[in-house]
């Protein structure tokens, strides 16, 4: 499969994340540990998500900064991560939450016959072999109603890598109705920073 930066989710590069769980908050937008990022983070997520409390599935949740954010609105969080470093961190961060955190490949998560209300997965299907058939089996996940939230990008200027607006939306056009896509590269308190790449979101309902 290849994106429209002309580099394919194969070309992802491997990433050992227990190695990297005991940093993985020092980014900005990964801890959220500003103030004024976690706010950015919030505002936006409570426009993405239903108004009254949901089931949430939270995929490749990492230390699972935006599950707590979720779980902080009244959603009911279920999260997944394959590293057994971040499960764990995740798992403490969300402690006292209506939460569980489960370890399992984000592609196939681990949750049986639940279905859930909203499928939250940030900066992670870019790097997921066939992306096509991972949104597929997403979708049987998803109660009549519910709505994906896709935060993707593509990063980098010599060696673009990620997923395009234009490919996720062409993707999810079959199995949603009509894709929404809000841009994000233009706020930086979202990231710490200002940032010149694609960043964005995509909501869409089945």
């Not at 961060?93 to 681990?110: E, F, N, S, T, Y």
């Amino acid at each position: 499969m290849t994106s429209e930066s002309g580099r394919t989710v194969a070309d992802a590069p491997y990433v050992d994340w227990d190695a990297r769980a005991a940093a993985f908050d020092d980014e900005p937008d990964h801890g959220l540990r500003d103030p004024e990022v976690r706010e950015a983070w919030s505002d936006r997520l409570r426009t993405w998500l239903p108004e009254d409390p949901a089931d949430l599935l939270d995929l490749g949740c990492g230390t699972g900064s935006m599950s707590l954010l979720a779980a902080g609105q009244g959603h009911r969080v279920t999260a997944v991560d394959l590293s057994p470093a971040m499960v764990e961190r995740a798992r403490a961060k969300l402690a006292g939450h209506d939460a569980v955190v489960l370890r399992g490949q984000a592609a196939d998560p681990p949750v049986g016959e639940r279905r859930f209300d909203v499928i939250l997965v940030r900066h992670v299907l870019w790097t997921l072999p066939d992306p096509a058939r991972v949104l597929r089996r997403w979708r049987d996940l998803l109660r009549p109603g519910g709505r994906f939230v896709l935060v993707e990008g593509v990063w980098g200027t010599l060696h673009p890598v990620g997923l395009s607006a234009g490919r996720l939306t062409a993707l999810l056009e079959p199995l949603t109705a009509a894709p929404r896509v809000e841009r994000l590269s233009g706020d930086p308190r979202l990231w710490g920073k200002d940032v010149d790449d694609e960043r964005y979101v995509v909501i869409a309902t089945v």
